[in-house]
């Protein structure tokens, strides 16, 4: 299963590589040649597939539970000043997302969306401390009764060059469930209330609607 973003790039790609299949063979005589021109362009197919891919996940929603929004690796876990939004201390944790990771962005809880904003902006590598707030992103506040406000903020990297966001203010939204795209390596930050107790480590894997990143 593909996601629905990746629709155009994949048609594109699929036309491409057929097209170097079918003419390769006329129009290059050197039979080695062919053969790796074809090669690669089957190499290039596969990658745009592996990219776009959208597997279905089962996902079991609780209130309690703040769940990772993306596949990737848990590269921060500190205290720090959210300025955008809450004004005040947070508890920061960032999952990177590599070029090989499922990059669908999926909400971490049930609820409310209070706030959601784009901001244009750098394209510096996603792990840099200043990407947080000079690169392009969108900032997203979700809202229930458990955890109260809880923001998460999709992170272009030095390749991701569209950040997709489907979270639009008043949206009741469900847990788990698609919450847009980050085309290439990019990274999520979440924005937790002080004190909440983390389920993960630095540099541990998180797979996008099943690993519980906190609990109440």
Same mark, same amino acid.
């Given at each position: 299963?593909?996601?629905?973003?990746?629709?155009?790039?994949?048609?594109?790609?699929?036309?491409?590589?057929?097209?170097?299949?079918?003419?390769?063979?006329?129009?290059?005589?050197?039979?080695?040649?062919?053969?790796?021109?074809?090669?690669?362009?089957?190499?290039?197919?596969?990658?745009?597939?592996?990219?776009?891919?959208?597997?279905?996940?089962?996902?079991?929603?609780?209130?309690?539970?703040?769940?990772?929004?993306?596949?990737?690796?848990?590269?921060?876990?500190?205290?720090?000043?959210?300025?955008?939004?809450?004004?005040?201390?947070?508890?920061?944790?960032?999952?990177?997302?590599?070029?090989?990771?499922?990059?669908?962005?999926?909400?971490?809880?049930?609820?409310?969306?209070?706030?959601?904003?784009?901001?244009?902006?750098?394209?510096?590598?996603?792990?840099?401390?200043?990407?947080?707030?000079?690169?392009?992103? /969108?900032? @997203?506040? $979700?809202?229930? &009764?458990?955890?109260?406000?809880?923001?998460?903020?999709? =992170? *272009?990297?030095?390749?991701?060059?569209?950040?997709?966001?489907?979270?639009?203010?008043?949206?009741?939204?469900?847990?788990?469930?698609?919450?847009?795209?980050?085309?290439?390596?990019?990274?999520?930050?979440?924005?937790?209330?002080?004190? /909440?107790? @983390?389920? $993960?480590?630095? &540099?541990?894997?998180?797979?996008?609607?099943?690993?519980? =990143? *906190?609990?109440?």
């Amino acid at each position: 299963m593909f996601h629905k973003e990746g629709a155009q790039t994949i048609l594109l790609g699929t036309i491409f590589t057929a097209t170097v299949l079918l003419l390769s063979d006329h129009f290059i005589d050197t039979i080695w040649i062919s053969k790796l021109i074809q090669i690669s362009a089957l190499l290039l197919l596969i990658i745009i597939l592996q990219f776009f891919r959208n597997p279905k996940r089962s996902v079991i929603i609780n209130e309690n539970q703040i769940l990772a929004p993306v596949d990737g690796k848990v590269v921060v876990i500190e205290e720090v000043y959210e300025g955008e939004f809450f004004k005040d201390k947070r508890l920061q944790v960032s999952i990177f997302m590599s070029p090989i990771n499922v990059h669908v962005t999926r909400y971490p809880m049930n609820g409310t969306v209070k706030f959601s904003k784009y901001h244009p902006g750098k394209f510096l590598v996603a792990w840099h401390p200043k990407a947080s707030e000079e690169n392009e992103r /969108t900032t @997203i506040v $979700v809202e229930n &009764n458990s955890f109260g406000a809880v923001l998460y903020r999709q =992170i *272009a990297g030095a390749l991701a060059r569209r950040i997709v966001n489907y979270a639009e203010e008043g949206m009741q939204v469900v847990q788990g469930t698609d919450a847009g795209f980050i085309k290439f390596g990019s990274r999520v930050d979440l924005f937790l209330p002080i004190g /909440t107790p @983390i389920n $993960v480590v630095l &540099n541990q894997k998180a797979i996008g609607g099943k690993t519980i =990143i *906190a609990t109440k």
